[in-house]
């Protein structure tokens, strides 16, 4: 844990409003950031496939989403992106 | 349970694969990179899902390029800011340029920082300091549900929330002597 160079003043209504400026982000979003290594691992399993099965590889970069949903994997925007990526590599 | 880590030994347990440091590190920076899209950037929730979930997915993936472990505050603060400019860039509705780079975003950062600050210290007041804190001032609960979610008369709050306060700012001024004085 750091205590950065933004150290606060002491005086105690200050504290309360920053307190105040960080309410707690939506529990699914920290739920579902949580599982991003497991959610890697399964992209890795999807590329690893595709690597060794040009079918698969095809059938994956036609339709990424419906990959991520074969793998379990909710099929975001940005998850889709990342799997691209991965494929490109 | 790992608020005694420092930033940079979370990192390194992040980096060689400890799924429970990466949750510490998602706990420890949620509500940072929340508050920079929602407050800085002022993004509609469903846009700042969408940041929030690719600020933890690029940092998953890029963490073994951060050249100081230390620097993962600034390092995410920046990762956040230029997805939210992507994302306003991106939007239906067309931002002027100089709207993506207002002063009023840096300021804003800069409190969420001294902010975020504050919250560290909380970590190491007592649980029942840190809940009483946290459920009061970050997450607005009235006294009543205060005193019913902790079993404490609701007419004893107020002073707990006082002293819970000098409690921190005590912690705080360990740290920074020069604004204890003043």
């Known amino acids: 844990m750091s205590f950065g160079s933004q150290m606060p003043t002491c005086d105690e209504q200050h504290l309360g409003e920053l307190l105040n400026a960080l309410p707690p982000a939506p529990d699914a979003w920290v739920r579902a950031a949580k599982e991003i290594p497991q959610m890697q691992e399964r992209l890795d399993g999807i590329v690893e496939r595709a690597e060794e099965d040009d079918a698969f590889r095809r059938k994956v970069v036609a339709d990424p989403a419906a990959a991520l949903e074969a793998a379990d994997v909710a099929a975001h925007a940005d998850t889709v992106e990342i799997l691209r990526r991965k494929l490109d590599k | ?182």
Not at chain 2, 19 to 34: D, G, I, K, P, Q
Not at chain 2, 121 to 140: G, H, S, T, Y
Request: contains cysteine; hydrophobic residues 40%.
């Open chain 2, 1 to 182: 349970m790992r608020a005694e880590l420092t930033d940079a030994q979370l990192v390194a347990r992040c980096r060689e694969g400890d799924h429970e440091a990466w949750n510490e590190l998602v706990e420890r920076f949620s509500r940072y990179v929340y508050a920079i899209s929602v407050q800085a950037f002022k993004l509609p929730e469903y846009d700042a899902e969408d940041v929030f979930q690719e600020v933890f997915a690029r940092a998953y993936e890029h963490l073994h390029k951060l050249r100081d472990d230390d620097a993962i505050r600034p390092w995410l603060a920046q990762l956040t800011r230029r997805l939210c400019i992507d994302r306003l860039r991106a939007g239906a509705h067309e931002q002027p340029e100089e709207a993506l780079d207002a002063p009023e975003i840096d300021d804003t950062i800069g409190r969420l920082d001294e902010a975020l600050t504050v919250h560290d210290a909380l970590a190491i007041l007592p649980d029942n300091c840190r809940d009483i804190l946290d459920r009061f001032f970050a997450r607005d609960e009235s006294y009543r549900a205060i005193g019913e979610a902790l079993e404490l008369p609701s007419g004893t709050i107020a002073s707990r929330i006082s002293r819970c306060l000098a409690k921190l700012r005590l912690e705080l001024a360990g740290r920074n002597p020069e604004a204890a004085a003043s």
